[in-house]
């Protein structure tokens, strides 16, 4: 059977996972909205600054009492931040004031305590100010009905203080994508468990869920399967009645005992093999409504098959930007072979990219070590060093 292209079989993935893009809009409380996207576009409810306030600690003043300086003058109380009853300037006179506290009615300026000297009941105002120096205005830096955010932006803690500045709540966000992780292999123990002879510790569990989260998506199970098919039917059965995409490792080869396939076939599963290296074996499939993408069990294939086909859709499910590509000089001469789509690890540097490994999908410290892929065509079978090449930033 002829392998698909990267490009084909991301495609087909992609129209598998078009329902994760459907889901309708939520609203959750402000505190946890770090990270998350904009459903709607949000606007001011509330000027900015809600009052008149001071700007400075001071003496709030009208600019005419002080036009002509030294000025004495009675001091007539102290105005705190805080809440407050309205107060009336009487001009001539002055207030103490602290910053963000409201400005008296018929003051029009704030004198800062610093060019002033306090006396018994009185301060020398030793500097003229204008009408509006040091006094915040109401609506200056926002007005009720300005555009605060667009839809679509990913709330960083500078957007989660202006939507808390204007009073909101709750905002609108883009739901994230419900992600169930099984992997498979009766080999496959957790971290901290005793090895026996050909045991293995489990890495793509853990590793697919937090790729899925560093993503945007929410990880509602992590789950591991023995090579008994009717284990992984259960544990398949109970993701797909939370998740809204599963992924699987391991079981999609041409040997004995891949429980993936083995199950998944006869509910009309797509396996095969796509034209790239690692992670050439592949699976699709859709159970009781749920996509269920299956990657292949080595570590890196696995991390590789995540980051070629489930990162673009689960960042667009989440409503966040796509992972540009970028296009750096080699620093030394590469070869690839031909008729493949090979994603090498390999890491920035100051004379370019470099490898950090050979290109075997058992060599998951090298994975570790790069913060890169570089991308080779499968028709490309050399490059040379100093030559512009294409690498998607892990």
């Given amino acids: 059977m002829t392998a698909r292209s990267v490009e084909q079989h991301a495609q087909h993935v992609a129209e598998l996972l078009a329902t994760l893009h459907e889901r309708p809009a939520e609203e959750i409380p402000l505190g946890e909205a770090l990270g998350r996207a904009l459903a709607a576009d949000v606007h001011s409810p509330v000027d900015l600054p809600l009052f008149r306030n001071s700007q400075m600690d001071g003496y709030a003043v009208d600019a005419a009492s002080v036009a002509s300086v030294p000025a004495l003058l009675p001091v007539l109380g102290v105005i705190a931040a805080g809440p407050a009853g309205a107060t009336t300037h009487t001009p001539g006179t002055a207030y103490r004031i602290m910053t963000g506290a409201p400005i008296p009615d018929g003051a029009d300026a704030v004198v800062p305590v610093e060019d002033t000297e306090a006396t018994d009941g009185q301060v020398r105002i030793e500097r003229s100010r204008t009408a509006g120096e040091f006094v915040r205005e109401r609506g200056s830096d926002v007005r009720e009905g300005t555009l605060l955010l667009p839809a679509g932006s990913v709330l960083a803690a500078r957007h989660i203080a202006v939507l808390a500045a204007v009073g909101l709540q709750r905002v609108p966000v883009r739901p994230r994508p419900r992600v169930a992780v099984i992997t498979t292999g009766a080999e496959l123990v957790d971290a901290g468990t005793a090895l026996h002879a050909g045991q293995i510790y489990d890495s793509n569990g853990i590793a697919l869920a937090s ?33 809204d995409l599963v992924l699987t ?19 009309g599963a797509q396996f095969g093999h796509v034209a790239m290296q690692p992670g050439g074996p592949q699976g699709t499939a859709v159970v009781d409504g749920t996509p269920v993408l299956n990657f292949p069990g080595n570590p890196v294939s696995t ?9 673009p859709e689960i960042r667009r499910a989440a409503g966040l930007p796509p992972t540009e590509s970028e296009e750096l000089p080699l620093a030394a001469a590469v070869t690839s072979i ?54 998607i930033p892990l």
């Fill in 211 to 243: 790729s899925a989260r560093a993503n945007g998506a929410e990880v509602v199970s992590i789950t591991r399967s023995g090579d008994d098919p009717a284990e992984f039917r259960t544990l398949l059965a109970e993701a797909t009645t939370t998740a």
């Fill in 249 to 267: 490792s391991g079981g999609v080869s041409m040997g004995d005992f891949e429980v993936v396939k083995e199950t998944l076939t006869p509910l």
């Fill in 303 to 311: 991390l590789v098959s995540f980051e070629v086909f489930a990162r």
């Fill in 338 to 391: 031909p008729g493949k789509r090979q994603f090498l690890r390999a890491r920035r540097t100051d004379a370019g990219v470099e490898l950090v490994s050979g290109p075997g999908s058992h060599l998951v410290a090298a994975m570790a070590w790069a913060d890169v892929l570089l991308d080779v065509p499968a028709d490309v079978t050399a490059l040379d060093a100093g030559q512009l090449v294409k690498v």
